[in-house]
């Protein structure tokens, strides 16, 4: 690049430089070798900038092939998202199941289970109405069972309190407590240690599996089995049963015997065994789980 271009020496019939002396030949010969050295010059940067394109070629095609997505996407659209590929909606939340939900449920339970015999106290207390007899429970449910004891101690809450069970009319009030010396402890077992806490009282209960009122101790006994699948009489009234279920052994422990309706289509009294039966002897009954049913 410093100097002029070399070509092949002088032959016998050719000389590239002018004639001594002559100005204009001195001149254009001048001229000429300023004109190569610019045109190598040229040359060179070309070279050196097609070969710089070359070089970055790919990752400019890219940079260009980039931003001009960027572009047509928007600011707003998501980075790489394919528009025929679906958008994943929104995960919906599981709602929690209601109490008539929970308790219009059959549980799973063995009609044989023999429990552990330890009781756990379900925490929390809850008053009564203010009217009426006064009457304080706990609620214990038998360790290990898998059942829901929440849902055990609401359900005897609600219950007993309803004005068509034993508080109808303000004439009683059941509050539960969690420590301390109830008038009775409701609780919730196994039918192997039902049977054997309702044998204390002399009480078998393992001909149809049914609760029972152990009235020589603090116990009244609910079998886990029966709430958990219901009873034939039922049928699908789940709910309806657990409401007798309840109403029944604590109007044992508040002092009423058994009785049995005495017409067709009557509905069942609260202290009929229908655990066992609703129709006996031809009448035909109705299954009821209340008390005072027509309040």
């Known amino acids: ?6 070509g092949p020496g002088p032959g016998p019939d050719t000389d590239d430089a002018g004639p001594t002396g002559d ?7 001048k001229g000429r070798t300023f004109t190569g050295i610019a045109a190598a010059a040229v040359t060179t940067v070309l070279a050196v900038v097609v070969a710089g394109q070359v070089a970055d070629g790919s990752d400019a095609g890219n940079t260009r092939s980039q931003a001009a997505a960027d572009q047509a996407r928007g600011p707003h659209d998501p980075p790489s998202r394919n528009d025929d590929r679906p958008t994943p909606s929104a995960s919906r939340s599981v709602q929690p199941l209601t109490y008539e939900q ?3 449920k059959i549980y799973p339970l ?7 015999g330890k009781f756990e106290a379900i925490a929390g207390i809850a008053d009564g109405p203010e009217k009426g007899e006064r009457y304080t429970y706990r609620v214990e449910v ?17 219950t007993l309190n309803d004005d068509r069970s034993w508080a109808h009319n303000g004439a009683r009030s059941f509050s539960r407590i969690h420590s301390g010396d109830p008038d009775f402890v409701i609780t919730l077992a196994s039918p192997g240690t039902t049977a054997e806490w309702c044998a204390k009282s002399g009480l078998d209960t ?19 089995y029966r709430w958990a699948q219901g009873a034939e009489p039922y049928g699908d009234d789940i709910h309806g049963y657990r409401q007798m279920l309840i109403n029944h052994e ?45 309040s």
């Open 102 to 104: 929970k308790m219009g």
């Open 142 to 158: 038998e360790r290990g069972l898998g059942l829901d004891g929440e849902l055990f101690a609401e359900a005897v809450h609600k």
């Open 206 to 224: 393992t001909v149809d599996n049914v609760s029972c009122d152990s009235a020589a101790t603090q116990r009244v006994m609910i079998n886990a």
């Open 250 to 294: 604590v109007g044992h422990r508040i002092g009423y015997n058994h009785v049995t309706c005495d017409k067709d289509g009557e509905l069942a009294p609260v202290m009929q065994q229908q655990t066992k039966f609703v129709d006996h002897d031809g009448i035909d009954c109705r299954p009821n789980p209340w008390a005072y049913p027509n």
């Open 23 to 29: 100005p204009a030949a001195a001149k254009g010969g």
């Open 110 to 116: 063995g009609a044989t289970l023999k429990g552990s």
């Open 1 to 6: 690049m410093g100097g002029p271009p070399t």
